[in-house]
């Protein structure tokens, strides 16, 4: 999308707002973060989330901003510090789920208390006819920690009353299941009370009312009101005690009203086999959103359109855009509706998206791009020594007794996810396509065994996260990943089942729904079609990122949210090549290197990724820290040999700079963040143990052991090995997050900075990640203005990376078109280093940047500080430069003029004084 900003796009910072860091507390980074050189804030969902929610995306009232963050005043005083300093705002927007469970969403209660009746059933996406007769017509709430029967047995469900409200309801905990009024009868009846007696005769006759739900409103203020006397507060606590399900007859009354309800309380164990409604991903408590119909898509997005038309909003970013029904459907319609609230004004739009491995955003969303995970496996693919690949597999598949490649782990991690979180998602669809061959003479005889070992062969193959099916079928992109999965589900199956192959193929898009009249057959199938779109994308995130990353060491810096794990390493090419085209398609796509999402920080990433470059030593490294281990441990097996070596990794990489192995406090603290680490790992893994059933024995054991290495003098021997190792390849891990940076600054596309990530990012998975930002902490590093060597020789501190971030940001400042549309120029690079060089410049008409940073250096970079050895590690490597540059005055980052005299720039002068270089010309 092309398009004049009201703002120039031009560099975001990602905030995560919460109760702990508001939007008065964003106010006040304003300034701090216009001198960084940030165009816009990017602020985390705003929207009124559940009580203490830390990220926002359990979103319970769309229509209001949170109160909890400031609510819509701290809003507009933020907008207008932004406003003061030149700067925008993006917002988070979350339409495919929304928070359900608890007590405070007001648009599920209502559909709890009035079922199909609720004009808010058709905001949730739910299944209602079932063949099972316990949930025909009901809303199944897997919201209980013990079977129903045992829960109504022991007294943990209550049947409650809210003087406030005058509406009773069932308690559990946290949660309120609101009790039909149409049923108060049953409650009020036979009270000592009259008047209670006459507002139960008057609930009686709201079942032949034409409408009962506004009538019920009246009658349970009323109830309120009369709740108010101390006689009838006490013939309602009376009336209560009736239904205490602790008793024989309190059983059977509880149960008997609560089995009139529109809902079916259950365990939670239900809800992976029988769930029916959509949840984003697997959890119960988000409860996916039917944003496809036009009454819901304005209902959920009345605030963000008003925030928009008010100018107070400049672009949104959309969150999980592949669990929508329709995502192109939907994009192109808040386009539409964003350009029509702002004529004249490009409001940018970008999508959460994860793009496979040759997986291009289509160009008819009319969005402005992704939120750039693949760049960061763009990065990440760059910084990898191909070399490596075989060592490092064989080491991890030795040790761990695991695949040696990941493709076989996330196969089997799709298998076991099908039949265990998602297995009633799998069955709904499965249940879906069932109904698409009754209605067909010719595939009535298909069963339903059939067609779900057929369905989970195709899943489970599947390359991408989704298709986009439409009314005309698969297009031509999604017709080669459709054969691909195909392909590999072949090979899964008898041939006994190829047919049923063959009837997917054809109902998934290979026959348009387009050429079916109107009517029931079509509407199943399109049914078919969303349905499994929607099973894939999850099926995809929960097996990959959540089961897989956690299974596979190699190189766990190959394992992160968008990437491409098959692939270790690629050459420069192929990142030229990724820049070119995102320069042609989606020139203000941003480009994230760290996320709220991502497994391990930026930084972290770019350290472990120097052991590809020295894998024969690690592997030595290994070898030694093995036998050390083995005294620290409680029991022989843990931790295993997989979860050991992952651990050794994830120490690797996120060991702080400041941290000495004997510094007690510093080590509690780093021990403290590496368990919460450790614990997610353990049960995302499934291994060992997993959240629905933990292993606590094995997670004792592991814990003991952690603790031992980093807290007890058992553990010093060890723990000096780990510290010298990290110590070794911390500067060139420095070196490539520079370069990691530089890269994000200046390729085609806006850089996003994820909250706290200008200093150095050793963090890990959330909530490690969202961690507090200490803010005056780089304010002062800002203020400094050191020079590049007093950079250089404070390297730890990370003072380096903010200030390559402030002064790159500073010259697309004084060069808004070079960067934002200027063309994207490889360079060749000549000599015996060529390799290990990227550089490209960025021209718009007589201005032109010359980008150079390097790559697999590791052993060429100084163990102490994050530059080389000596200038003559480059040899005679030369960069050729854009012909019409010849005899240019060049200024670099630190104000030093260059002017090259040559056609040819040589590395050494290039990387003399720093360890990257961006040069414009004056």
């Not at 510093?666 to 680490?677: I, S, V």
């Not at 969202?770 to 800002?782: E, I, K, N, T």
């Not at 004084?814 to 063309?823: A, D, E, R, T």
């Given at each position: ?614 894998s024969t030593w690690y592997v030595q490294c290994v070898e030694r820290w093995l036998p050390l281990a083995q005294a620290l441990k409680t029991d022989a097996a843990s931790p295993t040999p997989g979860d050991e070596l992952i651990l050794y990794q994830v120490i690797l990489s996120s060991w702080p700079l400041d941290l000495s192995p004997e510094d007690g406090h ?17 049960r995302e893994a499934k291994l060992q143990s997993q959240w629905d059933a933990p292993n606590e024995p094995y997670e004792l054991a592991v814990k003991t052991f952690i603790e031992r290495l980093l807290l007890q003098p058992a553990g010093l021997t060890l723990r000096m090995e780990l510290f010298r190792a990290c110590e070794a390849i911390a500067s060139a891990g ?189």
């Open positions: 999308m092309n398009g004049a900003t009201a703002l120039s796009l031009r560099a975001t910072q990602r905030l995560q707002l919460h109760a702990g860091f508001t939007l008065d507390d964003a106010r006040l980074q304003v300034p701090c973060l216009a001198r960084l050189g940030i165009s816009h804030i990017y602020a985390s969902p705003l929207l009124t989330a559940r009580e203490g929610s830390m990220h926002g995306y359990d979103v319970v009232d769309p229509t209001h901003v949170s109160p909890a963050l400031g609510g819509e005043p701290a809003l507009r005083r933020l907008v207008a510090e932004l406003r003061a300093h030149g700067m925008g705002l993006i917002l988070d927007i979350v339409p495919n789920h929304m928070a359900v469970g608890g007590s405070d969403n007001a648009w599920w209660l209502d559909l709890l208390a009035w079922g199909r009746a609720s004009p808010y059933a058709e905001y949730f996406d739910i299944q209602w006819n079932s063949t099972d007769p316990l949930l025909n017509g009901l809303l199944l709430l897997p919201f209980l920690g013990n079977d129903y029967g045992a829960s109504l047995q022991e007294g943990s469900i209550r049947l409650r009353f809210n003087p406030g409200t005058g509406a009773f309801h069932a308690e559990y905990g946290a949660h309120h299941f609101p009790i039909c009024p149409l049923h108060y009868p049953s409650l009020l009846d036979n009270s000592p009370q009259p008047q209670l007696q006459a507002l139960a005769e008057r609930f009686g006759a709201l079942k032949d009312s034409d409408s009962p739900r506004e009538q019920a409103l009246a009658l349970q203020q009323e109830l309120a009101g009369l709740s108010q006397s101390a006689d009838c507060t006490e013939a309602i606590g009376q009336l209560l005690s009736r239904f205490d399900s602790r008793h024989a007859q309190g059983f059977a009354r509880l149960h008997q009203l609560l089995e009139r309800q529109a809902y079916r309380l259950a365990s939670w164990r239900t809800a992976a086999d029988d769930i029916n409604w959509r949840r984003f991903f697997d959890v119960n408590e988000l409860a996916g959103v039917r944003v496809e119909r036009s009454t819901v898509f304005e209902a959920t997005h009345s605030k963000i359109f008003q925030l928009i038309a008010e100018g107070l909003v400049d672009g949104v970013r959309i969150d999980h855009i592949d669990g929508l029904a329709y995502p192109r459907a939907y994009c192109r319609k808040l386009r539409r509706r964003v350009d029509s609230l702002r004529p004249g004004q490009h409001v940018s739009i970008h999508v959460e998206k994860i793009l496979a491995m040759d997986e291009q955003l289509p160009d008819d969303w009319c969005v402005d791009g992704t939120t750039g995970y693949e760049f960061m496996d763009q990065v990440s693919l760059l910084q990898h020594q191909p070399e490596g690949e075989q060592p490092l597999a064989q080491l991890w598949s030795t040790l761990s007794q695991r695949p040696a490649d990941f493709q076989p782990e996330a196969l089997l991690a799709r298998q076991q996810i099908l039949k265990g979180s998602l297995a009633g998602d799998f069955s709904s669809v499965a249940h879906a396509l069932l109904d698409v061959a009754r209605d067909d003479i010719m595939s009535r005889d298909l069963t339903l065994g059939a067609i779900r070992r057929a369905l989970e062969a195709l899943v489970i193959h599947f390359p991408v996260y989704r298709t986009y099916i439409s009314a005309d079928g698969r297009g031509a992109a999604d017709e080669v990943f459709f054969q691909q999965a195909l392909a590999g589900a072949r090979e899964d199956l008898s041939e006994a089942d190829w047919p049923v192959l063959d009837c997917l193929q054809q109902w998934l898009g290979g026959n348009p729904w387009r050429n079916l009249p109107p009517g029931r057959t079509r509407r199943r199938l399109k049914h078919a079609c969303a349905r499994f779109q929607q099973l894939t994308s999850p099926a995809a995130a929960k097996a990959v990122e959540d089961t897989a990353f956690y299974r596979y060491g190699r190189l766990l810096s190959r394992n992160d949210v968008g990437f491409s794990v098959e692939r270790f390493s690629a050459p420069s090419e192929d990142f030229h090549r990724a820049c070119a085209q995102r320069l042609k398609h989606f020139p203000h796509n941003l480009l994230a290197t760290a996320t709220h999402d991502h497994k391990r920080g930026e930084d972290s990433r770019a350290r472990l990724a120097v052991l590809s470059e020295r510093g080590l509690q603290q780093y021990n403290d963040r590496l368990w919460q680490w450790q614990l997610k790992a353990l420095a070196v490539n997050g520079l370069a990691q940076c530089l890269l994000k600054l200046t390729t085609p596309g806006v850089p996003d900075i994820y909250q706290g990530t200008d200093l150095w990012d050793l963090s890990l998975v959330d909530p490690d990640n969202r961690r507090a930002v200490d803010f005056q902490q780089r304010r002062q590093l800002l203020d400094t203005c050191p020079d590049e060597q007093m950079l250089l020789q404070d390297w730890r501190s990370g003072a380096i990376k903010q200030a390559l971030i402030a002064r790159t940001l500073n010259l697309r400042a004084q060069h808004p078109q070079l960067f934002s549309h200027g063309s994207y120029i490889p360079l060749a690079v000549n000599g015996p280093r060529a390799g290990q060089i990227l550089a490209f410049a960025r021209q718009w008409q007589d201005q032109t940047a010359v980008i150079v940073v390097p790559r697999l250096c590791a052993h060429d970079i100084q163990q102490q500080t994050p530059t080389f050895n000596s200038a003559s590690v480059w040899a005679d490597t030369c960069i050729e430069l854009p012909s019409d540059r010849f005899g240019c005055k060049f200024k670099g980052l630190f104000e030093i003029p260059v002017v090259i005299k040559s056609k040819t720039l040589r590395v050494s002068d290039a990387l003399d004084t720093f360890p990257v270089t961006l040069m414009i010309n004056t």
